[in-house]
């Protein structure tokens, strides 16, 4: 079921559209997402139909106008607010530059079984693109992506960080754009946590419904990733060196399974890998010192708090430092969780990156001790 109201649709006044047709944006042969009464939207998804469905359809342009605004409250609250760079039709006053609401465009017409982002400097609009996914096997009804939070949170995730990064110019370096992936791989599964979930030994996927898999059946184990993002080491190994081309990933007997994916370590999305199992490992760390409601909130200032600190075409180090100064700002007593989380991914207090410019990222010291 898809209900709700947008809850920041006053600042935000984005689009939500099926925008079939190039080109980008409405216009003929396009469809906009619609209430079902005054001021409501109730819409449910049925999954024995195609995502294309027109039911289907308004009900996921219904959830992914949803995302859209809950994202813009709930980072807001965190810190991302009008003079930090956020994207607002009317600023009301209050610093950055107005008039650059989120264009979020589903089942867009150009292209499938994906989804991205573009994120232009303060002023101008970002445009959110959500696909609809085919999958390998035509006879099974075609899944979106419109409304799948792992998506969504992930596509808004590069949003929040190009802006504040440089102002849509500062993650362009192999380390900025891999740990662009990782930011938005952690909004995703961060913010989609419950407080029954299993920190410590759980599995966390970013997708899972529309993930490609020989049956198209839900894969919340992998999804698109080459581990599942945990704090058992026994899920998830990997450690700061693995962003190096050329260091070996876990092989034989015991080790961790794996799925295989496209590219070497410094392949930005690998890259992206390490950096969100080194914020998820931060995440974990004040989960059990507060609990998953209180920590998702502390959490969200940290990581927002140091995106602004993050000097452009980042190291991993620089933007673990972002972070810290954060926390040593907003509650000092929270500095030995953090520090302890990126320990234990190799990224402790005498690590080393590659230097900025690098794209073998060869060159990593790993140091364990917080």
Not at 244 to 254: E, F, I, Q, R, Y
Request: contains cysteine; aromatic residues 10%.
């Amino acid at each position: 079921m898809a209900t709700g109201r947008g809850e920041g649709d006053d600042r935000q006044q984005l689009h939500r559209l099926r925008d079939l047709k190039s080109p980008n944006g409405f216009g003929t042969g396009d469809v906009r997402g619609q209430i079902t009464a005054p001021g409501e939207f109730d819409y449910k998804f049925d999954h024995t139909k195609p995502a294309t469905d027109p039911n289907n359809l308004q009900a996921s342009l219904v959830g992914m106008f949803f995302h859209v605004n809950w994202l813009h409250d709930r980072w807001y609250e965190a810190g991302f607010d009008e003079a930090s760079g956020n994207a607002q039709a009317d600023n009301f006053g209050l610093g950055g530059v107005g008039g650059d609401p989120v264009l979020a465009e589903g089942a867009d017409f150009s292209g499938t079984d994906n989804a991205n982002m573009s994120t232009p400097a303060d002023g101008a609009s970002p445009r959110m693109q959500m696909f609809t996914f085919l999958g390998p096997t035509p006879a099974k009804p075609s899944r979106t992506s419109n409304h799948e939070a792992l998506i969504t949170f992930h596509e808004m995730g590069h949003y929040i960080t190009n802006r504040l990064v440089g102002n849509a110019s500062g993650l362009s370096n192999t380390q900025g754009e891999g740990m662009g992936e990782g930011w938005g791989d952690f909004f995703a599964i961060c913010m989609t946590s419950q407080a029954g979930d299993n920190f410590a030994k759980g599995a966390f996927a970013v997708g899972g419904w529309t993930d490609l898999t020989a049956t198209f059946k839900d894969n919340y184990y992998f999804s698109i990733r080459r581990y599942p993002y945990s704090a058992d080491l026994k899920k998830n190994p990997l450690t700061f060196k693995h962003i190096s081309a050329g260091a070996l990933l876990p092989s034989g007997p015991g080790s961790p399974p794996r799925r295989p994916t496209g590219g070497g370590n410094n392949e930005v999305h690998n890259v992206g890998e390490v950096w969100c199992a080194a914020l998820w490992e931060v995440f974990v760390a004040l989960v059990a010192q507060h609990g998953q409601a209180d920590a998702e909130k502390r959490v969200l200032k940290y990581v927002i708090g140091g995106l602004k600190q993050t000097p452009s075409q980042p190291t991993f180090t620089q933007a673990r430092d972002g972070i810290l100064a954060a926390v040593a700002a907003l509650d000092p007593a929270d500095l030995p969780a953090a520090r302890k989380g990126f320990a234990k991914r190799g990224m402790g207090k005498n690590a080393k990156s590659p230097p900025s410019s690098s794209i073998t990222l060869t060159g990593v010291v790993e140091d364990f001790n917080p």
